[in-house]
């Protein structure tokens, strides 16, 4: 599993020396013949944007969508970095391409780590050589490995296509919310496809994946989501690329909520018989961000009492003697009062890992679902602090 397992595609991780545990903390994915190939891209909507965002975006625009490589750091998200933040930025494009004899546009670049902190550039320039010259087809789990913050793991996916494949990393632990939460995805293909067709597949499998993603309703300055395809396998449909793409970005999302700072519940938490799907969707948001609602999944506790409150304050039609509540399929709230249910299942249910929870509010066919996770004492610790 590997961003390197579609046809074409090299890739490298480091320790670079930004990180001062020395931890891998640079990376890369290139084409293997350093030639450009359509790519394209989808970027955090938050207005305080960070400087690799930036740069990409004006990079993807100067060449068209095509591109050779992105390199990646983590431990430093240059973001609130000012100028001197994208003058970096550039220097870390330009140096890759010095080392793959190509134009700075055709690289790409992002960040993670602390924000307002600056770059530092001449360690990561100056292990650019290194990095460049350590690609290799194999070198897929070092690239995730090296993109990591505060994740435990590194989160990698590979889906065979029809007669094609779509490889990728991600990182991401933190500041998850849509959209799309803080992480960095890099995708590969061998299918061929135009930019065009590449960013329709993209916006399409993020929409499910990564914009369902809510740990903490923190939206990052840094969020990118990049895919790029070789071409090598030929020519496929449009319906089966985005099939492909976001069954790659589903998987990551999952592996990431997962991965979510002090996590221990992966919870699909889903809105049912809305007026619409927009006021489905605003509901699912508002308990996926309740503190209670969230401890009280961490205490393996189906207190459906702290549901029904968040919805019916959050600003949307809702009617209790028309609402119900589920826990893995079974019902225990029925219009608002308790309602006669087996116990042990739904202790059964609570203690497990992977929680479905469902409110219905019977009021019509709008639906939404959002991907999230408890709350525990280990997210606290994980952010008090920056050091």
Known sequence: MSVTAAAGFVAAGIAAGIKASGAPDLSLVA?????????AGVFTRNRMTAAPVITTRQHLEATAGLSVAVVLNSGNANAATGDAGLADARAMCASVAAELGIEAEQVLVCSTGLIGIPMPIDVITGAIPMLVSARSSS??????????????????????????????????????????????????????????????????????????????????????????????????????????????????????????????????????????????????????????VKCSWYGCDPYWGRIASDLGSCGIDFEPSSFSVSYGGVTVCRGAVDADHDAAAVAAHMAGRHLEITADLGLGSGRATILTNDLSHAYIDENMGTS
């Open 139 to 292: 070198g897929g789990p070092d690239a995730a490995t090296a993109i990591m913050t505060t994740d435990t793991h590194a989160k990698q996916v590979v889906v065979a296509g029809e007669g094609f494949t779509v490889g990728g990393m991600a990182k991401g632990a933190a500041m998850l919310s849509p959209n799309m939460a803080t992480m960095l995805a890099v995708l590969t293909t061998d299918a061929e496809a135009t930019p065009e067709q590449l960013k329709a597949a993209l916006v399409a499998g993020v929409a499910d994946s990564f914009n369902v993603l809510d740990v903490d309703g923190c939206t990052s300055t840094n969020d990118t989501v990049l895919l790029f395809a070789s071409g090598l396998a030929g020519p496929v449909s449009q319906d089966a690329l985005e099939r492909s793409v976001a069954a790659a970005c589903r998987s990551l999302a999952e592996q990431m909520c997962g991965d979510a700072e002090g996590a221990t519940k992966v919870v699909r938490f889903t809105v049912t018989g809305a007026i619409d799907d927009a006021q489905a969707l605003i509901g699912a948001r508002y308990v996926s961000r309740s503190n209670l």
């Open 31 to 39: 084409t293997a013949d350093g030639r450009p190939v359509p790519s």
